[in-house]
Each structure stands twice: as structure tokens, then as C-alpha cells.
């Protein structure tokens, strides 16, 4: 299955906001859960959101909690990463990720090579 990956990143300035898309597989979106993370130059990859497969609700980390918002469009096969009021620590190449559900553990998997978010003035 073909699976396309994360577009919509960008240069902005503190305070702006950016959208970025994630498309996946019919498959992915319906069975397993999705989560966007990143990774900044020189630091480990850190996850940011988990949209359960199950009921569809989205947990957020305090990282980007009230700053950012999931939405996931099945009928687009696309989850969107909504960022707003974004700061020069949010700079990193994002990614989207699927795993078996949220809160548990198991291996997270990702397609797509990321794309770059760049906070600047």
C-alpha cells in the first residue's frame, strides 16, 4: 500500500501558524492510531499528538497542548496537523507515525520522510 506522507511545513514567524497534512492508507486511518512527532536538530525524536483508533479522540502533549490541533479527514485519507502560535522551539522536522492504539506500548511506524518547520523572525 502506498503510503504518502507529511507536506505543509514551512518557513513562519513566531506567533504564525502552519497546517501540515499527512496522508496515509484507508488501512492506516481506520486500524491503527496516528501520532505526529518531531525531531530538532542534535535531539531524539519526541512525539507531540496520538488520535486513538478506537474513539478517535486526540491526546496532546504539554509540549504543544492548546497550541496545536489534529484533524483527522477519513474521507481524505489525510490527518492534519493545525499549529498555531508557534515559537522559535518548534522548529524541527515533523513527522506522522501509526502504532497499534494510544498509551500502549508497541512499535511506531513511519512512512514518510518528514517535512521541515522553521520558526524564524
Known amino acids: 500500500q502506498v503510503q504518502l506522507g507529511e507536506s505543509g511545513g514551512g518557513l513562519v514567524q513566531p506567533g504564525g501558524s502552519l497546517r501540515l497534512s499527512c496522508a496515509a492508507s484507508?488501512?492506516?486511518?481506520?486500524?491503527?492510531?496516528i501520532g505526529w512527532f518531531r525531531q530538532a536538530p542534535g535531539k531524539a525524536r519526541e512525539p507531540l499528538s496520538c488520535t486513538s483508533k478506537s474513539d478517535g479522540t486526540t491526546t496532546y502533549f504539554d509540549s504543544v497542548k492548546g497550541r496545536f490541533t489534529v484533524i483527522k479527514n477519513n474521507a481524505e485519507n489525510t490527518v492534519y496537523l493545525q499549529m498555531n502560535n508557534l515559537r522559535f522551539e518548534d522548529t524541527a522536522v515533523y513527522y506522522c507515525?501509526?502504532?497499534?492504539?494510544?498509551?500502549?506500548?508497541?512499535?511506531?511506524?513511519?512512512w514518510g520522510q518528514g517535512t521541515q518547520v522553521t520558526v524564524s523572525s
Open positions: 507515525g501509526r502504532t497499534h492504539e494510544c498509551g500502549v506500548p508497541g512499535p511506531i511506524e513511519y
Open positions: 484507508r488501512d492506516t486511518l481506520e486500524n491503527y492510531a
